[in-house]
């Protein structure tokens, strides 16, 4: 056994199968892709006569209040919350590294105006961010977006801006330097790739919080509205439920939410040691 | 415990590898004896995965955990030290046995002063306190040829240059007045005037004290200028060790000439230097028994499949080759 | 022919007190085609400093440099990527982790001295034949440096600084990281191709011993300025100026007696009327603490110091400092 590994193995004897992983991001992926065409019933027509029926051979989940398959708009819901997070997460890495790239390359005046902006976002929660820009734009799925977008570009510029900096003088931009090219090029196409193992990192688990988000905000009424459904409104219509003892409308949302962050968050770690350089 | 008055060896190894992972797996560092005596000063020359950094951590008593060590016999003044008894070690690390590392700067804690840092050995060592710590640090200080020892005294790491870095972790080192010191590369990464300056100051004290001193290097010739005796040591296996004039008069293991033939110093024109083809043996694969055979010109199937003997000559100088020089 | 000229070179950094680092103080020498020139010196000698100033990644405060007859020194370096001289002065790195780019291949990295990102056509044939004439086979070229040893690392940074055919290549410690025996290769490597391309090199190392093979004259800086510059057999086995005394009798093995000269102090706000070694050196008269010492010919060569009648055949012994 190298040194290393010994070393490795010592510190951290367990870890979580990586199979695990990859087969949540299987499941959740299928459910989004092409879990709208296999659903049995149609996610939105109601039924009122059948309302509230626990779960049985016909209705996996049970029905909800106004007689939907509660089934159906379980699996429904992942393309809409996978798609919000993804959407959110990949326009913010774009921009946070673009806005923390400059920074760290140009520094001076550059970077002081980025890193006060990035400071006055910090200073926002994301859900009155979320509530203001719904004011001013309206409240729809792409304000969600914009407010996710903008709460989590700190993130990413912050953490390209430090890697950048730290390799402004690395021996080998010096090279590409002394080679005539440019310092737009040597960003993007020498440097960045060096990056992207982090920020791969970053990302996925950054989507297990964008979900969550985007649950918390449509369960506060912004973002989706009914009837389309949505796990954070499944929850918040289901929650009215609870004494009456209806406990499937709240229960199969939400463990579908803790099993949408928990495939990210494992993701994240298998992507962690995967990309470990020290495994290379 | 006074090590100095026995006159049996001060460190005597017989036998000690050092492995990662279980009893299946190969030694990294394999085979070791070593014996040091009172007040010998003594150089490990050995290039990068030659295994001397373990080495060195293993007697002084500061291995990773993550290696385990098997010996016939590793004994430092009659204690020992083969017991995976950390106490067995405690006693005798920071006292009898002083280390002093490379890169001192990051050996030193940033938040302390340099004064607090040799307070704590000598507290923990002398049991001193109060108004005689603090004159033990000036004199300390003073020892290791710092100016303005009182003033230092109250300086942060920051503040001071690496040989002065080096210079603190020095007194650190003397500070338990040990019977033996063991300096890993005390001098990389400091310039030249100063590397002369920190082993000349290293080498006054172990002449003043009798104490032994076990220089770890990758400089041939920086073991010559210091060191009594030279230990070569290539992947894990120790394959020389001979006064050093007679080392460099007459190297008996291929790869001590090899080595000597490749720096610079010795060399009159470039075309005298020569590199050493090959690469380091991967543990793991199958390694040949004597581990430089495969980048050896003088190998016989015999150095493969049988580890060579270590053979002394009468002037104390061994070699482990089937087919020496 | 003479290739580069340096004329009172100067490069001041401005620290956050008002003070200023004078990293290089009016330098000045000459390397002539095909010729090497060793640069020797302690930290804050101003080495590498210079060594970018040649390379012209950083702009001088003062001074002029000419690179076969043309001034280069007045263009920013910012600019200067698209002055034809850039493709002839190339720099060698030192072999750390940061001296290839570690996500693109050998093949790649040695293309950025072509001034490409990606690996084309014409490209890749310069790219096969430098690689081939600094010992790496076609299989080294698709590898990460991660997957290549110290010494195939710093062949492929010789390659990437030698594919553009430059005229003077200016190496900065090339071989500090690697073991002895690697090392051994490399500067043999480095000799050949300087013979063989005609190559003028500017060698900069901390090592007397491999100036000594690898260059035909040396440089010795203390803290930006000149101390001594001459054959490098001559002013090795002769010094003339006290710190050049200084520095052989501390190299080890060099079967002199050793001196102790103390710490180096900084090149902060230095005093223009005074000869910076003054502090240290033991033959220090009070004309050395008023007067800045000029570079004069002493034999076959140039000596900064007030006392070279008293340096003559001195074994350099008086400790001064700590």
Not at chain 1, 234 to 239: F, N, T
Not at chain 3, 117 to 130: E, F, S, Y
Not at chain 3, 164 to 172: A, F, V
Request: aromatic letters at 6%.
């Amino acid at each position: 056994m190298s040194e290393a590994a010994a070393e490795r193995s010592f510190v951290s004897p367990v870890r979580a199968p990586e199979w695990v992983a990859v087969a949540l991001l299987v499941l959740m992926g299928s459910m989004a892709l092409i879990g709208p065409f296999l659903v049995p019933y149609d996610a939105i027509a109601t039924d009122p006569p059948i309302a509230l029926q626990q779960p049985s051979s016909a209705h996996l989940f049970g029905t909800d209040q106004l007689g939907r398959d509660v089934f159906s708009r379980v699996i429904v819901s992942a393309r809409v919350d996978l798609g919000i997070a993804f959407t959110a997460v990949i326009t913010t890495l774009l921009i946070g590294s673009a806005l923390g790239a400059a920074a760290g390359w140009a520094g001076g005046w550059t970077d002081r105006i980025v890193s006060r902006l990035l400071d006055t976002i910090m200073a926002f929660p994301l859900f009155v961010l979320a509530v203001g820009i719904a004011a001013a734009l309206g409240n729809s799925v792409s304000s969600v977006v914009i407010a996710t977008v903008i709460v989590n570009l700190p993130l990413y510029a912050r953490q390209v801006r430090t890697e950048i900096n730290r390799r402004r003088g690395a021996a080998y931009v010096e090279a590409a330097q002394l080679a005539g090219i440019g310092p737009f090029t040597i960003v993007a196409l020498h440097m960045m790739p060096n990056l992207a193992p982090q920020l791969a990192v970053q990302a996925s688990l950054n989507l297990g919080w964008a979900i969550l988000n985007a649950a918390g905000l449509s369960f506060l009424g912004l973002g989706i509205r009914p009837p389309h459904p949505e796990w954070g409104i499944m929850v918040s219509e289901g929650a009215a439920y609870i004494i009456s003892g209806e406990w499937w409308l709240f229960v199969f949302p939400g463990v579908m939410l803790l099993l949408a962050v928990l495939t990210f968050s494992l993701t994240g770690d298998a992507l962690r040691d995967r990309l470990d350089p020290r495994r290379a | 415990m006074n090590a100095r008055a026995s006159t049996s060896p001060l460190l005597a190894i017989e036998a000690l590898s050092i492995r990662f992972g279980d009893d299946q797996c190969p030694s990294t560092v394999d085979a070791i004896d070593l014996v040091i005596g009172r007040g010998e000063i003594i150089a490990l020359v050995g290039e990068s995965g030659s295994g001397k950094s373990l080495l060195a951590h293993t007697i002084a008593g500061i291995l990773t955990p993550a290696a385990s060590v098997r010996a016939k016999r590793f004994e430092f003044a009659g204690v020992d030290l083969r017991s995976p008894q950390e106490h067995a070690f405690a006693s005798l690390r920071g006292r009898e046995i002083g280390i002093v590392f490379q890169n001192p700067r990051s050996a030193l804690n940033p938040v302390r002063t340099v004064g607090s840092h040799i307070a704590d050995v000598l507290h923990e060592h002398r049991g001193l306190r109060f108004r005689r710590l603090e004159a033990a640090v000036i004199a300390a200080l003073a020892a290791v040829r710092i100016p303005e020892p009182a003033a230092r005294a109250r300086s942060y790491p920051g503040e001071l240059s690496g040989g002065m870095c080096q210079r603190v972790m020095i007194a650190m080192a003397l500070a338990g007045d040990p019977s033996l010191l063991v300096a890993d590369e005390p001098t990389t990464g400091l310039d030249t005037t100063t590397q002369a300056a920190i082993l000349d100051l290293i080498l006054d004290h172990a002449r003043a004290r009798r104490m032994a001193t076990l220089f770890i290097t990758h400089d041939l010739v920086l073991a010559r200028a210091y060191a009594e005796r030279i230990v070569v040591m290539h992947a894990g296996q120790i394959v020389e060790e001979a006064p050093t004039d007679r080392l460099f008069a007459a190297p008996r293991h291929p790869y001590s000439a090899a080595l000597l033939s490749a720096t610079p110093a010795n060399a009159g024109t470039v075309a005298d230097l020569n590199g050493i083809p090959g690469n380091l043996p991967k543990l793991g694969v199958s390694i040949p028994a004597c581990r430089f055979a495969e980048r050896c010109a003088r190998a016989i199937p015999r150095c493969r499949s049988e580890r060579p003997a270590f053979v002394f000559d009468t002037s104390r100088h061994g070699a482990a080759c089937w087919v020496s020089l | 022919m003479t290739l580069l000229e340096a004329i009172e070179l100067k490069k001041r950094f401005p620290l956050r007190n008002g003070r200023q680092v004078h990293a290089v103080d009016g330098v000045s020498f000459a390397v002539a085609d095909g010729e090497s020139l060793g640069i020797v010196g302690e930290s804050g000698s101003g080495k590498s400093t210079l060594a970018r100033l040649v390379a012209r990644l950083i702009d001088p405060s003062d001074g002029v440099i000419r690179f076969d007859g043309r001034e280069i020194g007045n263009v920013p370096a910012a600019r200067f990527a698209r002055v034809s001289a850039r493709r002839a002065i190339q720099l060698v790195f030192q072999s750390a982790d940061d001296a290839l780019n570690p996500s693109f291949s050998a093949a790649r990295n040695i293309a950025v001295g072509l001034g490409q990102t990606r690996v084309g056509a014409d490209a890749l044939v310069k790219v096969q034949a430098i690689a081939a004439e600094v010992g790496l086979g076609p299989h080294h070229l698709s590898c990460r440096p991660h997957q290549l040893s110290g010494g195939q690392q710093a062949r492929v940074g010789i390659a990437r600084a030698l594919v553009s055919e430059p005229r003077l290549l200016i190496l900065d410690e090339p071989t500090a990281s690697l073991d002895v025996s690697v090392q051994a290769t490399v500067l043999k490597l480095i000799d050949g191709l300087q013979r063989r391309h005609q190559i003028a090199l500017l060698f900069i190392s901390h090592d007397l011993e491999i100036v000594r093979l690898m260059c035909e004259r040396i440089l010795v800086l203390y803290l930006g300025r000149v101390a001594e510059i001459g054959p490098v057999e001559q002013v090795l086995r002769e010094p003339r100026h006290p710190y050049t005394q200084a520095l052989v009798g501390a190299t080890p093995g060099h079967g002199r007696p050793r001196a102790t000269v103390g710490e180096l102090t900084g090149s902060i706000n230095p005093q223009n009327e005074a000869c910076l070694f003054h502090s240290r050196c033991p033959l220090a008269v009070d004309r050395c603490r008023s007067e800045q010492p000029v570079l004069r010919a002493v034999g076959e060569r140039m000596v900064a110091c007030h006392r070279t009648e008293a340096t003559a055949g001195l074994g350099f012994s008086a400790p001064a400092g700590c």
